[in-house]
């Protein structure tokens, strides 16, 4: 009746006759069936394609250097509505808007794609050494977990960025050091179902070591946990860098989406009624963070199994 | 002494536990980083007897670890320091501010938690239909709109563009408020709150939407739902009388949580509408260097934090019976 548990114990019985690349090879493959079998979850995988061939090759799509001054007959382009020479018009520093906003994709996916890692490997290896060892263990890091939960996110980014300097791995240090914690959580609950099946209770008796049975037996079976929690980190991260950068500690060398934001609020794009400065970058933040939900929803079904039933 | 009281004594020191580590990283965060705490005080004439009688005064002089002591004893006794910015007790200034971050946060609360709760019953009922594939992309727009986006969308439009609305504040330029009570009651108020309310409530109803989704799904599995439904029930009875009220449940337990989380939350809102609260406090405090301040703003966030966290825990407990009252969750 379900197929990710028939998968993994299939996955489980491949383990002991290939090892850990063959596995990895195969979750590959699962996560490319998955994909195919669900258009939401295929919508969001999409969606970070497209942004990250925007990212690659921004010099290559964007008109303009998105800092450069634009003249036109040696006056300064300021403040141009969308015209075909500038698509989505200028700054009120005469700055190619579409520019910028090509080049936003490049800060958005570093940001993204490093904070889901950390807190995807942070996250799934807390609980997964909390939910095996259980007793001490678990007490230990699950109130660091707890510490982790008091600690407000956004107020705790602006002041180590501030007090660190504003750069994008600031921002991305500051998301590891505390988003970790949704994810240790979950896998950890998750990993003390596991650790109850038989698969590993066989691997104790064949006298595999803890760290094998960790890797090796449970964490093929809770990868698709962090793998979602690392898609949801990847919205969270990018909104934050949005949020920072418009409170004015984000990366003065970097223009990000969130930045536009900043500029075009600061310069009073909002009394001069200029959508076409605001609209698209925050659309892009939008679309960006909806792709990581797009994927969490195709998961569902990994979360509340019960509902496969009905 | 029974199993709930032990349950709570032990929640009760763990959240105590958990605010002094939290007091202590804080203290080194905002002591170990890199720029003297003194810079926005120290003019750059002051001569270096001035410079070591004022860090004499702040107690900088002393070693690390008795500083330490007096920060905590401090702490204990609320005592926050001075604001360089302001002159004046740090915790004043956050009095004088938090009010306003409470009426924000609690009116777009109660207008997210009310809209969420029916917003998830109604998607849990009309499963796999249009309805509710609408409802749930509508629900993930509001999820992954970045705050600040929507606030300056809604300011244009009803603001700029329509005048309805005041852009920024809480008040007319100029014109302060003598008292809560004459802030409460006067309409000019409630008129500055409206947008930063949409805007948070806004972002805010998905969270419950979702839960009360999720959970109506559930317990719509639930063999009381069953029973009701063999004994011939209407549909409507049994969503609303059977499963809503108990799916809700949890729904009010992360309430408890989201105030926690939108008292240091609302930041960017609060800077976006220029409304004067605790995030705007915050960030205006770190970019001038009011590290008392900014350390104070911080704190008291964090406290309400983990207090929230154990009020939804305590909650929890007494709503729901299945809870029992091991280690761990």
């Known amino acids: 009746m379900n197929t990710d548990a028939r998968m993994n114990q299939r996955t489980a019985l491949a383990f002991r006759e290939k090892g850990l690349l063959s596995i990895l090879g195969r979750n590959l493959a699962g996560v490319y069936r998955f994909l195919k079998s669900d258009p939401f979850c295929m919508t969001g995988a999409l969606i970070y394609l497209f942004f990250m061939l925007l990212a690659i090759f921004a010099p290559l799509i964007a008109p303009y250097d998105p800092h450069e001054m634009i003249k036109h007959d040696g006056k300064l382009a300021y403040n141009q509505p969308p015209s075909a020479q500038h698509w989505l018009g200028t700054t009120n520093m005469g700055r190619d808007i579409f520019s910028q906003l090509v080049h936003g994709a490049k800060p958005a996916m570093m940001v993204g794609l490093t904070a889901a890692f950390f807190v995807a490997v942070v996250?799934?290896?807390?609980?997964?050494?909390?939910?095996?060892?259980?007793?001490?263990?678990?007490?230990?890091?699950?109130?660091?977990?707890?510490?982790?939960?008091?600690?407000?996110?956004?107020?705790?980014?602006?002041?180590?960025?501030?007090?660190?300097?504003?750069?994008?791995?600031?921002?991305?240090?500051?998301?590891?050091?505390?988003?970790?914690?949704?994810?240790?959580r979950v896998i950890r609950s998750q990993v003390l179902t596991v650790r109850e099946r038989?698969?590993?209770?066989?691997?104790?008796?064949?006298?595999?070591?803890?760290?094998?049975?960790?890797?090796?037996?449970?964490?093929?079976?809770?990868?698709?946990?962090?793998?979602?929690?690392?898609?949801?980190?990847?919205?969270?991260?990018?909104?934050?860098?949005?949020?920072?950068?418009?409170?004015?500690?984000?990366?003065?060398?970097?223009?990000?989406?969130?930045?536009?934001?900043?500029?075009?609020?600061?310069?009073?794009?909002?009394?001069?009624?200029?959508?076409?400065?605001?609209?698209?970058?925050?659309?892009?933040?939008?679309?960006?963070?909806?792709?990581?939900?797009?994927?969490?929803?195709?998961?569902?079904?990994?979360?509340?199994?019960?509902?496969?039933?009905? | 002494m029974g199993n709930r009281s032990k349950y709570i004594l032990s929640r009760l020191a763990q959240m105590v536990l958990t605010l002094w580590i939290i007091a202590t990283i804080l203290f080194f965060i905002f002591r170990l980083m890199p720029g003297n705490p003194l810079a926005a005080y120290i003019d750059p004439t002051f001569t270096k007897e001035q410079q070591d009688i004022l860090m004499a005064q702040f107690g900088l002089d002393k070693p690390l670890w008795?500083?330490?002591?007096?920060?905590?004893?401090?702490?204990?006794?609320?005592?926050?320091?001075?604001?360089?910015?302001?002159?004046?007790?740090?915790?004043?200034?956050?009095?004088?501010?938090?009010?306003?971050?409470?009426?924000?946060?609690?009116s777009s609360l109660i207008i997210?938690?009310?809209?969420?709760?029916?917003?998830?019953?109604?998607?849990?009922?009309?499963?796999?239909?249009?309805?509710?594939?609408?409802?749930?992309?509508?629900?993930?727009?509001?999820?992954?709109?970045?705050?600040?986006?929507?606030?300056?969308?809604?300011?244009?439009?009803?603001?700029?563009?329509?005048?309805?609305?005041?852009?920024?504040?809480a008040s007319e330029t100029g014109v302060a408020f003598e008292s809560e009570w004459e802030k409460l009651t006067s309409f000019t108020f409630w008129k500055h709150l409206f947008l930063p309310a949409l805007t948070a409530a806004i972002y805010l109803t998905g969270l419950p939407l979702l839960l009360m989704r999720s959970n109506m799904l559930d317990v719509m599995g639930e063999s009381y739902v069953e029973a009701a439904r063999t004994r011939g029930l209407g549909e409507s009875r049994i969503m609303l009388k059977y499963a809503a009220r108990n799916a809700a449940l949890p729904v009010v337990t992360a309430m408890a949580v989201g105030i926690g989380y939108a008292?240091?939350?609302?930041?960017?809102?609060?800077?976006?509408?220029?409304?004067?609260?605790?995030?705007?406090?915050?960030?205006?405090?770190?970019?001038?260097?009011?590290?008392?301040?900014?350390?104070?703003?911080?704190?008291l966030s964090a406290a309400v934090m983990v207090t929230m966290n154990f009020v939804a825990d305590i909650l929890y407990s007494f709503l729901d019976p299945r809870v029992t009252f091991g280690r761990g969750r």
């Open chain 2, 112 to 169: 997210a938690y009310l809209m969420g709760i029916m917003g998830g019953v109604l998607l849990a009922w009309k499963r796999k239909t249009k309805f509710e594939t609408i409802g749930i992309i509508l629900t993930l727009f509001t999820r992954s709109a970045p705050q600040m986006w929507v606030g300056m969308i809604v300011l244009v439009i009803f603001s700029f563009h329509l005048g309805w609305f005041p852009s920024g504040g």
């Open chain 1, 198 to 310: 038989s698969f590993v209770e066989a691997a104790k008796i064949s006298g595999a070591s803890d760290l094998r049975i960790i890797f090796v037996q449970v964490m093929p079976n809770i990868l698709p946990l962090s793998f979602l929690y690392g898609s949801l980190a990847m919205g969270w991260a990018i909104l934050t860098e949005a949020a920072v950068s418009f409170l004015g500690f984000g990366d003065p060398a970097m223009i990000s989406w969130g930045y536009m934001l900043n500029d075009a609020y600061a310069s009073q794009a909002l009394s001069r009624e200029a959508y076409w400065w605001f609209i698209p970058p925050g659309i892009f933040i939008m679309l960006t963070v909806m792709a990581g939900f797009y994927i969490g929803r195709g998961a569902e079904e990994i979360l509340y199994p019960r509902l496969k039933n009905q």
């Open chain 2, 66 to 106: 008795m500083q330490y002591l007096i920060y905590l004893s401090n702490l204990l006794q609320g005592e926050l320091g001075e604001s360089f910015k302001f002159r004046a007790p740090v915790m004043e200034v956050i009095w004088n501010v938090l009010p306003n971050t409470l009426y924000l946060m609690l």
């Open chain 1, 123 to 184: 996250g799934t290896l807390v609980g997964l050494f909390a939910g095996y060892y259980k007793g001490r263990v678990d007490s230990v890091l699950m109130r660091i977990t707890d510490i982790a939960f008091g600690i407000p996110f956004e107020p705790f980014v602006i002041v180590l960025v501030a007090f660190l300097g504003p750069s994008v791995w600031n921002i991305v240090l500051a998301m590891g050091l505390l988003l970790w914690r949704d994810t240790a």
């Open chain 2, 263 to 299: 008292l240091g939350g609302n930041v960017v809102i609060e800077m976006v509408f220029s409304w004067p609260g605790l995030g705007r406090l915050l960030v205006n405090a770190v970019s001038a260097s009011d590290y008392a301040l900014a350390q104070g703003a911080f704190i």
